[in-house]
């Protein structure tokens, strides 16, 4: 049987899914070569240290060692390239000195794991302690640096008024803010909050497999990575090699969310061991050493300000911060708090006045983790507004609906200059509203109250940006320059008809598990009218995608989505030139469907695809002149991003007595444009509200004043399990975009960026009564139950 | 040291150190790599079999304790070409994502629902509280049980639970 499936709105099985479940997906750990040998990593214990010396003769001598690397043998290559390189760029191997606990400091290939981490524990290394910089506010304070001769720790400050010197010409809003603070019917509510750090946590460590071939000098490497093609441009940089000679393939990925969004010196250090040592190289992580050997997020500490009269009208918000971005940059970490800023003012048509310093400290580096910026930005927003809300004594939501950017304010810009596309965001929250019974949830929390139980309502609201774009924002750094790779965030699709009517489809994404498989053949078979069973799609893999950015930003659907549709339009149009031949109709009347394609308004004048293709291919069939075959590429750059938002509540009980948190209800009500696959949507949903309430209750990345990680495994640093998650209630309302083609905006970060202010908005509604008025996350029950003692007195 | 034992219906041995881990000798003596590993510190169940009938955390195991034993790895879920119940549910309900921690939480889904024709949402995510999963918020995995459930008592799943109906506003 032949089907199409519905390009928007279709629920269809995934495709990835039949190797998946058969435990048949292939997963860079599940590839084996000939003769490979395995890389281990000898890893400092001290935050902050000199090198005095290295010994590597034990581990040399050991039986199946077959080489022990230190900077001496790598320095060459210089250090991990970064996109957006501010501060101190990570060497391969710690150079002289190591800048925090875990930092690689020599490298060991053996015949196997084991014996390569025998022979790593063998290396012996002597050390000097120097002292180690780990807390925030201390960096910026202190007089100790993070690396040895810095002037300062802070690396830059970003400023919401001049963000972009020189493209933005912006009004500074704090002398207005500053004015409002001296009316006389006004309130002033402030509060620092942390933000915590938090440890990604992909359930598949990252691996790579390198393999260098000196009779072609062309690497093959497999690696867990989110962007294929940047990594294949920096180790062709990195190696003086055309990037046309790299060869990256990112098979299944067990999770990304951000982490592998990244080069690391592992990368590099296996292609440089494999062409050593002329074997294939591989590298597995371990998740003990996963918290130093890759990229952590959040660690923000922040003053959040809003200045607004008594009536709920916001006349300020101002958030001063300070935002750790450990030891080394690597790919974007010190523009992750822009992408914070893109979203700074939430949902609110009201003045900004944002700065927020960048540290570097003697910890892991922090880069993207699945919002990257934004669910910080809108945390601060969310709860200093429920805080607002407390002291004027009006309802959360009727604040939040008096300061809402209107829908006739779209295409709206921001604060910083910015422009959304479109939005609704009254009638988002009024769905909700209506979706939960908001008033009879508050009547039954009053009731619960009476009888002595502390039910919380918390809602927040969040604007989530994706699909990084203009073209511009490259020369920000929003590009792929550094790893030369010159390109903006544009996206690729290609679609190729074969001779046999069957249609490849090649996609520039690295997804972990977003489903791109299913939902872009959703697009094509749609367009083409050919059986979704007979498209195949692919990805992640340089050598077939002509160019790719890769998966980050909750861009793909909105961006490469759009190239793909681009590429079946431009397909469809040639392809109803030779229908037109074939059925001698007029290539306008040609409609595709069912298989094949077919004269409007007489459906029985058909021809099949494979029919089709074959006059394609045998271009003596077709219309004179006609260039043979049938496939086209398609790169899409959009004009603008895309500005999804939604409204989340949640309902909570908390014991005082434990300070236990049970979480009663959730419910999202998301706008992500035009769905192509709900079902994908939802689960998207689903993960990421999964990770913000990870993030409010449970999750926190903790080092101890030398720097050591306290949290290294997943006991002490857990996240959540079934049993601490409720079923997830979702809405939904459409307001598409008209930046691309499909309407679509993406949704694969939102749940997180509204998730962890929604829980923590309403514990504290629920323990308000004992005059709590904040609680920084995780919400462990100590720390409410510390909470309701210290506001009781 | 020698071990052998009988993995998804074959009896297949090998020469192992007495350190292997299990997981090890299955994915890399056996090369059946749909068991995971995500944590070696059994926490995170992406390395979840089968051993003798019982769900265990194979990288927490060695192969020389598995010696004798009937082990079944999600590569043995399946008769064939008809999907165990759990496999069915997982891609009807959209029970996977990146598929990473999904063989763990089949077996373990498979193991509960041999000990539990008809558990409730809340025994479900009991039971499944010792694999991890980083992208799903477990809500279409339990799902995903609830369907293999009804299945395997020859009932009729409920319908799916997604958002489709919802009628939007704009």
């Known amino acids: 049987m032949t089907t199409s499936v519905s390009a928007m709105g279709g629920i269809v099985r995934r495709k990835e899914d039949p190797a998946l479940i058969a435990g048949r997906g292939q997963y860079v750990d599940d590839i084996r070569l000939n003769g490979e040998a395995v890389m281990a990593f000898v890893r400092s214990p001290f935050a902050h240290a000199r090198i005095n010396s290295i010994d590597t003769a034990a581990a040399e001598s050991m039986p199946g060692v077959l080489a022990v690397y230190t900077i001496e043998d790598v320095r060459d290559l210089g250090p991990v390239l970064a996109q957006v390189p501010v501060g101190v760029l990570r060497p391969l191997l710690a150079d002289g000195a190591v800048h925090h606990v875990g930092e690689a400091v020599a490298a060991v290939v053996a015949e196997n794991s084991y014996v390569a981490r025998d022979a790593a524990d063998s290396v012996m290394v002597d050390y000097d302690p120097l002292p180690a910089v780990v807390d925030m506010k201390a960096a910026v304070t202190g007089t100790d640096r993070a690396h040895e001769g810095a002037e300062s720790n802070v690396l830059v400050t970003w400023f919401s008024h001049d963000w972009w010197p020189g493209v933005f010409e912006l009004e500074d809003h704090r002398p207005a803010i500053a004015e409002a603070k001296q009316r006389d019917d006004v309130v002033v509510v402030s509060q620092e909050m942390l933000n915590q750090r938090l440890i990604p946590t992909a359930i598949e460590p990252r691996a790579v497999l390198a393999d260098w071939n000196h009779g072609y000098d062309r690497v093959k490497l497999w690696s867990s990575t989110q962007m294929p093609h940047a990594l294949a441009g920096a180790v062709a940089k990195t190696f003086g090699l055309p990037s046309n000679e790299v060869h990256v393939v990112a098979p299944e990925v067990g999770g990304g969310f951000g982490a592998k969004l990244n080069i690391y010196p592992d990368e590099i250090l296996t292609v440089f061991a494999s062409k050593d040592l002329n074997r294939p190289v591989r590298w597995t992580e371990t998740r003990r050493e996963s918290a130093f050997s890759t990229i952590q997020g959040r660690g923000w500490v922040a003053t959040a300000t809003i200045t607004g009269t008594r009536d709920g009208e916001i006349l300020g918000y101002e958030l001063d911060g300070i935002a750790d971005m450990g030891a080394y940059s690597q790919n974007f970490t010190v523009a992750i708090p822009v992408l914070g800023l893109f979203v700074a003012q939430g949902q609110y048509d009201i003045p900004l006045a944002w700065q927020v310093a960048c540290v570097q400290t003697n910890t892991q580096t922090t880069d993207a983790y699945r919002g990257a910026g934004r669910p910080e930005a809108s945390y601060y927003i969310e709860r200093i507004i429920d805080m607002y809300a407390a002291e004027i004594g009006m309802d959360p939501t009727e604040v939040r609906r008096k300061n809402f950017f209107k829908k006739e304010d779209f295409p709206a810009t921001t604060a910083i200059g910015l422009t959304m596309d479109s939005g609704d965001y009254e009638t988002n929250l009024d769905t909700l509203i209506a979706d939960v019974d908001y008033a009879g949830l508050r009547s039954m929390q009053a009731a619960a109250r009476e009888e002595g139980r502390y039910i919380g309502i918390g809602v927040g609201t969040y604007v989530e940006v994706c699909g990084f774009a203009p073209s511009v924002l490259a020369e920000f750094g929003f590009g792929w320059d550094a790893y030369g790779m010159p390109t903006s965030f544009s996206g690729s699709g290609l679609v190729r008809i074969n001779p046999d009517g069957s249609a490849t489809v090649i996609i520039g994404t690295g997804p972990s598990g977003q489903g791109h498989q299913t939902t872009w053949a959703q697009v094509v078979s749609d367009r083409l009218g050919i059986d979704f069973d007979n498209v195949r799609v692919t990805h992640g893999n340089t050598a077939e995608s002509p160019t790719g950015v890769g998966t980050f930003g909750s861009r793909s659907a909105a961006v490469d989505g759009a190239a793909t549709y681009e590429a079946a339009e431009k397909v469809s149009k040639k392809a109803a030139d030779i229908v037109a031949h074939m059925l001698e109709a007029s290539a306008d009347d040609i409609r595709f469907a069912d298989g094949g394609a077919h004269v409007a308004g007489s459906p029985g004048h058909k021809v099949t695809w494979a029919e089709i293709a074959e006059v394609a291919y045998k271009p003596h069939k077709g219309p004179e002149g006609f260039e043979a075959g049938l496939e086209a590429h398609a790169v899409f750059s959009p004009g603008n991003a895309t500005w999804p938002f939604g409204s989340h509540l949640a309902v909570v009980e908390v014991d005082p007595e434990t300070g236990n948190v049970e979480i009663l209800r959730y419910v999202g009500v998301d706008d992500c444009g035009n769905r192509i696959n709900p079902m994908i949507v939802d689960g998207q949903i689903h993960g990421g509200i999964a990770q913000g309430i990870g993030q409010a209750m449970f999750e926190e990345a903790i080092y101890d004043e030398d720097g050591n990680l306290l949290t290294g495994s997943l006991i002490d640093y857990p996240i959540p399990t079934a049993g601490d998650l409720p079923a997830f209630e979702l809405g939904w309302t459409n307001t598409p975009t008209d930046v691309n083609p499909m309407g679509v905006k993406g949704i694969g970060e939102a749940g997180t960026i509204g998730s962890a202010q929604t829980i923590v908005n309403a514990v504290v509604d629920a323990v308000s009564p004992f005059g709590v008025k904040h609680i920084d996350m995780p919400l462990r029950p100590k720390r409410v139950w510390d909470a309701i003692q210290k506001a009781r007195g | ?170």
């Open chain 2, 1 to 170: 040291m020698q071990v052998t034992m009988t993995v998804n219906g074959r009896e297949v041995s090998g020469d192992v150190e007495p350190r292997t881990l299990l997981v090890h000798f299955i994915r890399e003596n056996l090369r059946l790599t749909g068991t995971h590993v995500g944590c070696e510190t059994s926490y995170c169940g992406a390395c979840t079999i089968q051993v003798d009938g019982n769900a265990v955390k194979s990288c927490t195991m060695l192969a020389v304790q598995a010696d004798g034993a009937t082990v079944k790895t999600v590569e043995g879920l399946a008769d064939g070409d008809q999907l165990h119940a759990v496999q069915e549910g997982f891609w009807e309900r959209h029970g996977l994502q990146c598929g990473y921690c999904t063989p763990g939480m089949l077996m373990s889904a498979a193991s509960l629902l041999e000990q539990n024709a008809s558990p409730s949402e809340d025994e479900i995510r009991h039971a499944i509280e010792g694999n991890l999963c980083r992208c799903t918020g477990y809500h279409n995995i339990v799902r995903s049980i609830e369907y293999a459930a009804a299945k395997l008592r020859g009932e009729e799943p409920a319908p799916p639970d997604w958002t489709l109906d919802f009628e939007g506003v704009s």
